[in-house]
């Protein structure tokens, strides 16, 4: 008799392993919450044009901040860099750099007016003419790190819903449940490693986290579907029993399957790299979605469609017998 990897017996076994994840990422986020990378305090922005009148002098810059720091006694948390911004009208970069830093909340506001006029002097004696904008401010705790990341949440859910629903007219009612079952899955497993493994985030990031989640989810399982719509229509496979055929679409579609996911992990790493800093925290922890949606795509997802097929083999079978019992008994007549 022919080992099946994709087997009814085998499903607590899939799910259990996702189980302990779950679990582990819900304690932890008892404990700990999730690491927010979003604090309240005070922050010191230094604004200037690194393509002329500061070319070159970006570490320069940094360094005359710090060590005024430094000297006033007041220590940052945290430093952040922004790239040159791009003007959307030319394209072309508008060569504004921004250095900034994170005080605790207890910091004097004395002390960073103090540096402030400080920075600002020195750089003027260094960069003659240059032009320099320092802003500082207090904020509290940010739950959104802007209208644009909350926009582009909703349209990756509002995007997993048409394939959702794509799969449900296309592909029937048995692979769209266990899509939706999968999309839950995969978002609630991002999340539960996003507490375990303690990558910093914002709140928003994480709503981008789940809704790519659902996204690259329904994607892998889209391309299971196609492959068994297209196997399912053979001959051969009409005399199969669903275990039968689940595992041999398994076996077919797997090369298809791990061709997108590769694609996918190497877009994700190369824009991470090239990127600046605030986009790079969002794309490199993408392959956490990504490794999640391609275990439930190639080892949860067909088991857990399994016993909805033997429903709709059955189901199938017995419109089958209605039909033939009710041809044979106008035949009759």
């Known amino acids: 008799m022919t080992k099946h990897f994709y087997t ?11 189980a302990v994840i779950l679990i582990a990422g819900i304690v932890l986020f008892a404990l700990f919450g999730f690491n927010y990378d979003a604090q309240a305090g005070k922050s010191f922005e ?5 393509v002329v009148t500061i070319a070159g002098g970006e570490e320069r810059v940094e360094e005359i901040c710090e060590d005024t720091f430094e000297s006033l006694g007041i220590g940052y948390e945290k430093k952040s860099e922004a790239a040159p911004a791009i003007d959307s009208s030319s394209l072309a970069s508008t060569g ?6 994170l005080f605790a909340e207890d910091t004097s506001a004395d002390a960073l007016r103090s540096a402030q006029d400080a920075v600002e002097s020195v750089i003027a004696g260094e960069f003659a003419g240059a032009d320099v904008y320092i ?12 209208e644009p990341a909350w926009r582009g949440a909703v349209a990756l859910a509002v995007a997993a819903v048409v394939v959702l629903v794509y799969i449900g007219f296309r592909f029937g009612w048995g692979r769209a449940l266990t899509g939706l079952c999968l999309t839950v899955h995969d978002v609630l497993l ?7 493994t303690r990558i910093p985030v914002a709140f928003a990031t994480l709503l981008l986290f789940a809704a790519a989640a659902a996204v690259i989810s329904l994607l892998l399982w889209m391309v299971q579907c196609m492959k068994m719509r297209e196997m399912f229509k053979d001959p051969a496979f009409r005399t199969m029993d669903a275990e039968d055929a689940v595992n041999e679409c398994g076996k077919a579609s797997c090369k298809a399957v791990l061709c997108v996911i590769a694609a ?10 090239v990127a600046a800093a605030g986009t790079r925290a969002f794309f490199l922890p993408l392959l956490f979605p990504l490794a999640v949606s391609a275990y439930s795509s190639l080892v949860l997802g067909p088991a857990l469609y399994l016993p909805m097929k033997k429903l709709d ?21």
């Not at 991002?190 to 375990?196: D, Q, R």
Request: aromatic letters at 10%.
């Open 135 to 146: 802003v500082v401010r207090t904020q509290g705790a940010a739950l959104f790190f802007g």
């Open 96 to 101: 504004d750099m921004t250095v900034r830093y």
């Open 313 to 333: 083999d059955r189901s199938n079978a017995k419109k089958g017998r209605y039909v033939g019992k009710k041809k044979a008994e106008k035949a009759e007549e």
């Open 190 to 196: 991002t999340l539960a490693l996003l507490a375990i």
């Open 46 to 50: 230094v604004t200037y044009d690194a």
């Open 264 to 273: 996918l992990a190497a877009v994700f790493v190369v824009v991470g790299a």
């Open 8 to 18: 009814v017996k085998k499903l607590p076994i899939f799910l259990a392993i996702s």
